[in-house]
């Protein structure tokens, strides 16, 4: 699961998402921005049950959502592919392609728009969402003042064995929506003042996801995209993203696709990744900030430090440096603990050391990546 290590400092402990059930305004941000925005819903709970209801808000959310975007000029990508009549042809594609999927590189070849029977993401033609909410534990520039709007789908095309939100990844936690409900999502994130829209492990539902901002597009929306993944993405499927996505923020797990194999159930993840992270890049270049640190445009990395050296920092640190570019923004991640089924799979039966987590920092600067998650660089130099 994308992001399933989001990215610590949040406001649940060692960045494990909140409560699996869809639950609004769990910080005084989130609460003060939701107040603001109560409709006729006697609270927040209430609103995020009846999200049916939400989706025939679209309109008046859209209103609000061009007042507080208006105040700057950028523009997200899909906003000329809607003008050119390209976004919806793209739509038409990426739900043609669930008829035999291969929208990830499993290539599954079931087809979803009758069942989810033989799909590996659990998923048929409805995407699962878990929780929709302004998340302000994720990195800076994605976060700003006013958060970072996250959507969270259950189900995953990795199986990650030490899943921190396994209830969501591995047991579907969440629950169906329709493309209108998930544009209605997109464009309430906006009316809180989020400064982009996050979609957290969205490989498997592409084609819903496009479904759903064609709607928000022509509704009002007008936030960068940001496409939070695991990073086994097809190039088949980057390339309907293309001119789509303004933020790419992939996981690089793993060096050794034995190590992959074993421990996120997948084959050959190392060169899938790559390959993905290099056509990312190849989209949208390296991470562009506005004048206030937030993020519009850009590649992002996440790398997730694992105990005795499996994730292999080393070469994955030398491929960002050599292969993609050395200005990649790079979050190194500590916050791995044992869950799920890490108990069983040692040595991912401990945390981290600090030494082994410097050791993660210091060989990234040597490969000459200098753009480090401010957070994690500060934490060590206070330890050295
Ligand atoms: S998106 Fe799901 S069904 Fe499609 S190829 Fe990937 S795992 Fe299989």
């Known amino acids: ?68 975007v208006a105040m700057n000029n950028f523009e997200p990508a899909y906003l000329k592919l809607l003008r050119s009549g390209e976004l919806k042809e793209r739509v038409k594609e990426a739900y043609n392609r669930l008829e035999a999927c291969d929208v990830c590189p499993r290539e599954c070849g079931v087809n979803r728009r009758e069942s989810a029977k033989g799909a590996v993401c659990r998923t048929g033609e409805r995407a699962v969402v878990s929780s929709c909410n302004p998340h302000f534990g994720e990195e800076a520039p994605l976060v700003g003042r006013g958060g970072s709007g996250t959507i969270f789908f259950a189900w995953c095309n990795l199986h990650c064995q030490y899943c921190q ?90 060096a050794d696709a034995d190590v992959a194999l074993r421990y996120s159930k997948v084959k050959n993840y190392p060169a899938i990744n790559q390959a993905a992270v290099k056509e990312m890049h190849r989209q949208v270049g390296d991470l562009v900030m506005d004048k206030q640190g937030v993020a519009l445009r850009g590649l992002l990395v996440r790398h997730l430090v694992l105990p005795e050296r499996l994730a292999g920092t080393p070469e994955i640190v030398r491929f960002l440096a050599q292969e993609v570019s050395t200005n990649t923004y790079l979050n190194v ?24 987590y410097a050791e993660a920092v210091s060989l990234a600067q040597d490969a000459g990546l200098d753009r480090l998650d401010e957070r994690r660089a500060r934490l060590i130099w206070l330890w050295r």
């Open 333 to 356: 991640m500590d916050q791995f603990r044992p869950c799920y089924k890490a108990h069983e799979l040692p040595p991912l039966n401990r945390r981290i050391t600090s030494e082994e």
């Open 1 to 68: 699961m994308c992001s399933v290590f989001v990215s610590g400092l949040s406001d649940s402990s060692a960045g494990r998402i909140g409560p699996a059930v869809p639950v609004y305004g769990s910080s005084a941000h989130e609460a003060k921005a939701l107040s603001d925005w109560r409709t006729e819903e006697d609270g927040n709970t209430e609103a995020l049950r009846n999200m049916r209801t939400l989706s025939q808000c679209v309109q008046c959310f859209s209103v609000a959502s061009v007042i507080l």
């Open 165 to 254: 939100n396994y209830e969501i990844s591995q047991l579907g936690q969440g629950r169906e929506v329709e493309p209108e409900e998930l544009a209605a999502m997109m464009l309430r994130l906006q009316a809180l003042g989020c400064h982009n829209v996050n979609f957290v492990s969205p490989t498997h539902v592409v084609p819903q996801i496009l479904a759903g901002l064609l709607i928000a597009a022509e509704a009002g929306l007008r936030l960068p995209l940001v496409y939070n993944t695991g990073g086994y993405d097809s190039l088949k499927t980057l390339a309907l993203l293309d001119g789509i996505v303004d933020i790419y923020m992939p996981d690089v797990k793993y």
